[in-house]
C-alpha cells in the first residue's frame, strides 16, 4: 500500500484500441514512453497505480474478446485494477471508494483517449473535489472528422483538450513536473 496522497490513473491503454478502425501507429511509441517514464516515476515516488480497462458490448471491448488486457509495450504492476462501462472511471465503479480509503486527494491522468475517457474523467474528478494533474503527453488519440468534413489531427484535438480543461477541471503537466521532479507553472 502507499503511503502517498497521489494515485496515478492509467485509462484505458488496452489492446481493444488496435482492432478499431481508427487506430494509427505513428503516435504510439512516443505515447508508450511517456506513459513508461510516468507508471514507472509513480511507482518510485510511492504513488498507487490504477489501471482501468474500459468494458462494453462492442467485439473488441468484450471480456471475452481477449483484446481487454494491456497494451503490447507497456509494463505495469497496479494496485488495483478497475473496469468502467462508461466514459467517467468513476461512474458505476468502486474508484471513489478506493482512493477516498487510502486517503488519495490527487490524481495524475493519463491513458487512452485523450478527449473521452481521460477528459471525462478529469473533469468528473475534479468535480468530485480531488486536485488532477492532466499529462496530455501520456494521453492518446485519433484523428476525428467533423460533420463539416474538418479534420482535426491527434495533436488539434490535445490542444483542444488541454484548452478546455487547464485552470478549470485540471492543471496540464508533463510527465516529470506530475511526478513532481520539476516544479509547475501557476
Not at 505513428?26 to 505515447?31: C, N
Not at 510511492?46 to 468494458?55: E, L, P, R, S
Request: overall charge negative; glycine content about 8%; charged content about 20%.
Amino acid at each position: 500500500m502507499t503511503a502517498s496522497n497521489t494515485a496515478l490513473l492509467v485509462i484505458d491503454v488496452q489492446e481493444s484500441f488496435r482492432h478499431r478502425p481508427y487506430w494509427r501507429d505513428e503516435d504510439v511509441v512516443d505515447f508508450l514512453s511517456r506513459q513508461q517514464a510516468l507508471i514507472d516515476g509513480a511507482k518510485a515516488a510511492g504513488h498507487a497505480v490504477v489501471q482501468i480497462f474500459h468494458t462494453d458490448n462492442d467485439a473488441e471491448f468484450r471480456l471475452d474478446s481477449g483484446f481487454v488486457t494491456t497494451l503490447a509495450g507497456l509494463k505495469i504492476e497496479p494496485d488495483v485494477i478497475i473496469h468502467k462501462t462508461r466514459h467517467s472511471a468513476f461512474v458505476g465503479t468502486p474508484l471513489e471508494i478506493w482512493l477516498r480509503q487510502r486517503g488519495i486527494g490527487r490524481l495524475i491522468v493519463s491513458g487512452i483517449r485523450t478527449e473521452q475517457c481521460c477528459e471525462t474523467t478529469t473533469r468528473h474528478g475534479a468535480d468530485l473535489g480531488f486536485a488532477v494533474d492532466y499529462v496530455t503527453e501520456a494521453t492518446l488519440t485519433f484523428p476525428m472528422t467533423h460533420a463539416s468534413g474538418q479534420v482535426f489531427s491527434a495533436a488539434d484535438i490535445k490542444t483542444r483538450t488541454e484548452l478546455v480543461l487547464a485552470g478549470r477541471f485540471a492543471r496540464i503537466a508533463t510527465v516529470e513536473q506530475a511526478l513532481g521532479q520539476i516544479g509547475l507553472a501557476a
